[in-house]
């Protein structure tokens, strides 16, 4: 497995959020970097879920970023 990979892999792994969601997010390539860059709209059309939900996912992003 590429280092940068499973170090993308395990920031994903480490979100507040549920695993679902953790695994989508990892089959469609994301990091915590491009889920910060992404808008609660286009994150929600991306994997075809709730802006909700997108939300909820990029607050864990931020806290994760910020510890």
Not at 40 to 46: F, S, T
């Amino acid at each position: 497995m590429d280092l940068q990979f499973g170090r993308h892999l395990s920031d994903i792994q480490a979100l507040t959020i549920a695993d679902g969601l953790k695994d989508v997010l990892i089959n469609q390539g994301f990091t915590i970097s491009r889920i910060l860059q992404t808008k609660p709209n286009d994150l929600a059309a991306m994997l075809g879920i709730e802006e909700y939900v997108a939300k909820i996912i990029l607050n864990a992003a931020e806290r994760h970023n910020y510890k």
